[in-house]
């Protein structure tokens, strides 16, 4: 696990009395193609003391917590010279009526102090159709602290909006393919921190997160077999947690972080495999003739989703925890491949190949509703869920180039994550939580 590079305290000041009394209200389906992003101002802070005169960081603040807010593809900034009311109001004294006219539907106002090394910054997010006040927090630390407290308080306000907190305190893991050689890199949900993981000196893949957060499991060739890996991120310690004569590639890790999915040809022909870490012992899922692989679990731990041929061409099909009750599950499409299960359990995303490229769509878990996300030129493939069910992680090219990009859950607000002009990326993998700020 990423230690935390500071120290923050977090007093929660405000809204004490509302959280008691009553559940937060939800404002809006974010994932609904009806959604409309939510107009939000972002005035320069003011100072916390009331004396203090003309810092920098009274605008640049609300700057990056309207940058992180836009990155989420669910926030509208308002013109800052639309706005009618100036930072120096007093909070009590809120015009609600003059954001109103601007179009403003939330509001945030913040005030700072920065005597010294240390930081202190006091945020508050209000609703300005109904006026009143949603959030507040106070964020206490040292200067150079501002990225963590902003994105603090961005998750503040997609809870008190939506219900459930954001990604900002997650990372996605890839693998980096340079000079025939690859290893396993991770990246910020903002595109910051790419930070090489491990250091084979060959061929590695498919990294997958334990549940937990603290592991990433990938299959490597520095024996010259493709054998499975755990990397200790705390330690940085890679160990071989599973070796079999010929092909074992990672599937994931169970809920519980008690088991892995593997696919080995250990029989004779590609199969799934539960391994139990506890134990170390294998146990053989599927039992076809035909090639299988790409196992995922569900988020309960009960189901399986994975690729077999066994109906011809690539499909994905669904089978119970113990290898029964298979049923295939995509009819559209002659390819689909790299199933991904949603958070909530109600999704599954995949790879289909569409108009001689593949592309990301998603289908409910009983083989109902199916969308597709993307309409890149040179296609799209391997898609990652982020923790939330909110975003959709996936590798494509540009021009030849490859990137890991980002889109809603929804197929909107495309974003690209890492773009590698020396770099190959692929096989992005969404960790959980790792409470970075």
Request: proline share 6%; hydrophobic share 35%; glycine share 10%.
């Amino acid at each position: 696990m990423i230690k935390k590079t500071f120290s923050i305290l977090c007093f929660v000041i405000f809204l004490l009395i509302l959280s008691v009394a009553a559940p937060a209200k939800v404002y809006m389906d974010i994932l609904s193609p009806a959604f409309q992003k939510f107009p939000i101002a972002l005035p320069d802070f003011s100072p916390l003391d009331g004396r203090e005169g003309e810092n920098p960081l009274f605008r640049e603040i609300p700057g990056r917590l309207s940058n992180a807010l836009e990155l989420t593809g669910f926030f509208r900034t308002v013109d800052r010279n639309a706005y009618l009311e100036s930072p120096e109001t007093p909070e009590e004294d809120v015009r609600f009526a003059d954001w109103r006219v601007i179009g403003a539907e939330f509001l945030v106002k913040g005030k700072l102090e920065a005597p010294g090394e240390t930081l202190t910054i006091e945020c508050r997010l209000y609703d300005v159709v109904e006026g009143k006040m949603l959030a507040g927090k106070r964020y206490t630390g040292k200067k150079g602290d501002e990225k963590a407290m902003v994105y603090r308080f961005a998750d503040e306000i997609l809870s008190a909006l939506t219900g459930s907190r954001g990604v900002f305190d997650t990372e996605i893991a890839f693998s980096g393919k340079k000079n025939r050689l690859s290893d396993i890199y991770t990246i910020q949900f903002d595109g910051s921190n790419l930070r090489k993981r491990t250091d084979h000196k060959a061929i590695t893949l498919l990294p997958r997160w334990s549940a937990d957060g603290s592991k990433i499991a990938y299959t490597a060739y520095p024996r010259g077999n493709p054998d499975l890996y755990v990397l200790n991120l705390a330690t940085g310690k890679t160990t071989r947690l599973f070796h079999d004569r010929g092909l074992n590639l990672t599937g994931g890790w169970s809920p519980d972080g008690g088991r892995m999915l593997i696919v080995s040809r250990r029989d004779g022909n590609e199969e799934i495999y539960v391994h139990e870490l506890e134990t170390g012992t294998s146990r053989r899922l599927t039992r076809d003739p035909a090639i299988d692989v790409s196992p995922c679990w569900s988020p309960d731990g009960k189901r399986i989703a994975f690729v077999s041929n066994r109906s011809g061409s690539p499909q994905i099909f669904v089978m119970d925890g113990d290898g029964g009750a298979v049923r295939r599950l995509t009819f559209n499409g002659s390819y689909n491949t790299s199933p991904s299960w949603s958070p909530t359990g109600s999704r599954i995303a995949y790879e289909g190949r569409a108009g001689g490229q593949f592309q990301i769509f998603t289908i409910d878990e009983n083989g109902g509703n199916t969308i597709q996300l993307t309409y890149e030129d040179e296609g799209a493939e391997s898609p990652a869920w982020s923790p939330d069910g909110r975003f959709i992680a996936f590798q494509g090219k540009r021009n030849g180039t490859s990137r890991i990009s980002v889109i809603n859950a929804n197929g909107l607000n495309p974003r690209v994550l890492y773009e590698g002009k020396d770099l190959e990326a692929v096989s992005p993998a969404w960790s959980p939580h790792l409470n970075l700020y």
